[in-house]
């Protein structure tokens, strides 16, 4: 019976928890940051778009 890889588990646990921390402070700071411009400007009806 082959043993359990006790290195290779800690890594891939390791890994995962570096990921979502990362997730976590992503999402933090998107959520701090105002919207941009190009959000707050009301987008013209596609029939003025077209009539031109």
Known sequence: ???PNYEYAKRQR???KKQKKE?????KTEAQQPPT???DLPQPPEDEKTAV
């Open 14 to 16: 390791d890994l995962a």
């Open 23 to 27: 997730e976590k402070r992503k999402l």
């Open 1 to 3: 019976m082959a043993k």
């Open 37 to 39: 411009q190009e959000e």
